[in-house]
């Protein structure tokens, strides 16, 4: 068996020996998550974006290194309309896996595009715009920013279903129905709009169309349309003979008592069936309207959620890089250990002057203390030798730079210091840099008066003559 956290092979357990990973576990984990993330590639290609989505929210919830599950579940809300959280997803993506990783593809396009991408982000605009206009009860204003942001992204569902529901603020059922099988053609089980198709009986008669109303014929037509017949056929042969004018009026005069007879006793009837429609609506609005709020509220939570995991994601990386940068600079100490130990001294000089030593662990710091304690003395032996030479030959380009290397490295103990000093003054004052020169022969008088006195205090009679 092999760890899938630290690749370590064993023969036996359920743990690994080293990291102590609980592999069997984890197994299940993943074969959960590769089970949701099938079944939610199952939902997505047969258009079942809302229950496929939530299903790939659930595999990469359980093992949020799944790549292709995280991968499909950018393109699914990429396909609804949702491109923030599409693009958020494909970016972590990318920050656990950059190897053939496809989702370095979806965001390199996204780039190429950033007309379409502002195109994308002007629909979310817009939508938002119209929520707006929904909390002041403008829902006219909310109709033009949503037909907008359609008219932008024609697969944004959020959209189309805000869309429906302002027409049914309206009362406009023949403009929501479309909008609404348009959304379950697109997503087929979208739970907003099958309550839209419930409140419209859609999926009775024609699709796409309200189920139509017929008209009943009219069963009394043929017996109140006797009495109608004979009251003509009399008025008729009244007229023949003569009838009076006032029968003429009274009978009119019957037929508009009765037409508002019949206006006061239905009117009431059809206000409070409309009445009651119109509270049905609302009621359903609402009823919607705090799902959608809910699902808002859970997709933010959840989005808070992985930007924890990100934050500890990155916070891990972050905290990996600087272990390798520590290492890398331990191994440096370590390299200009041998190289002290083969003779190269300068090589292991410019190591340990130069690396960082924050963070080392003691015994490094110690290495390092001890390298510069053997190499300091070889450096001065060296170059106080080499410049001594030079200055015995009066050749102070060559004598004064390794001098000054020796004056770095060499200790006031040690026996040459002295003669150091000396060559030092007299190359600076041959050279007219007489404040360097008065230092170091000063320091020389304080140190050891009797060294070379006469040559000492002659250059510094000189300097102080100088200088006045």
């Not at 496809?102 to 938002?128: D, F, G, S, T, W």
Request: glycine share 6%; with cysteine; proline share 4%.
């Amino acid at each position: 068996m092999q760890c899938p956290n630290c690749d370590t092979k064993y023969k036996t357990g359920k743990k690994c020996p080293v990291c102590n990973m609980d592999v069997v576990l984890y197994d299940g984990i993943t074969n959960l998550s590769n089970k949701l993330y099938n079944k939610g590639l199952d939902k997505l290609e047969n258009s079942d974006f809302t229950t496929g989505i939530e299903l790939l929210r659930k595999s990469v919830s359980i093992n949020r290194s799944n790549i292709p599950a995280r991968n499909l579940l950018g393109l699914g809300l990429f396909e609804v309309g949702h491109v923030g959280e599409a693009v958020k997803h494909w970016v972590i993506s990318n920050m656990l896996s950059s190897d053939k990783n496809p989702a370095a593809a979806y965001i390199e396009k996204i780039e190429k595009n950033p007309r379409n991408l502002e195109k994308l982000n002007e629909a979310i605009v817009m939508y938002n715009r119209a929520q707006e206009h929904l909390r002041q009860n403008s829902d006219d204003l909310a109709v033009i920013q949503l037909k907008k942001a359609v008219e932008t992204n024609p697969r944004f569902i959020d959209a189309m279903n805000l869309l429906a529901l302002c027409h049914l603020i309206q009362n406009d059922k023949n403009r929501a129905a479309p909008i609404v099988e348009r959304v379950l053609s697109m997503d087929v089980h979208n739970p907003v709009a099958a309550g839209y198709a419930s409140l419209l009986n859609l999926g009775r008669g024609k699709p796409g169309l309200l189920a139509p109303t017929k008209k009943q014929p009219q069963a009394a037509a043929k017996s109140s349309g006797g009495s109608t017949y004979k009251a003509i056929s009399s008025m008729q042969e009244k007229k023949g003979a003569g009838f009076r004018i006032t029968e003429i009026l009274f009978f009119i005069l019957g037929i508009i008592c009765a037409a508002a007879v019949g206006y006061f006793l239905i009117m009431p009837v059809l206000q409070r069936e409309h009445a009651d429609d119109i509270a049905r609506i609302n009621q359903d609005i609402l009823a919607n309207e705090a799902n959608h709020q809910a699902e808002l509220q859970a997709r933010e939570a959840e989005m808070e959620a992985m930007q924890l995991i990100v934050d500890e994601f990155n916070i891990l990386t972050n905290q990996q890089a600087q272990q390798a940068e520590l290492q890398s600079r331990i191994l440096e100490i370590h390299n200009a250990y041998n190289y002290l130990n083969d003779g190269l001294y300068q090589q292991a000089f410019h190591i340990v002057e130069n690396v960082n030593m924050d963070g080392f662990p003691q015994d490094i710091i110690d290495r390092a203390a001890y390298i510069r304690a053997r190499v300091y003395p070889e450096l001065a032996r060296q170059y106080f030798n080499a410049g001594q030479n030079g200055f015995n030959d009066n050749d102070p380009p060559f004598a004064l730079p390794r001098l000054e290397r020796a004056f770095r490295f060499m200790d006031e103990s040690d026996p040459d210091f002295n003669e150091l000093l000396f060559m030092l003054g007299s190359l600076y004052y041959a050279d007219g840099r007489l404040q360097l020169a008065e230092e170091r022969l000063l320091t020389l008088r304080d140190r050891a008066s009797n060294f070379r006195p006469q040559a000492t205090s002659t250059m510094l009679n000189s300097i102080a003559t100088q200088a006045d």
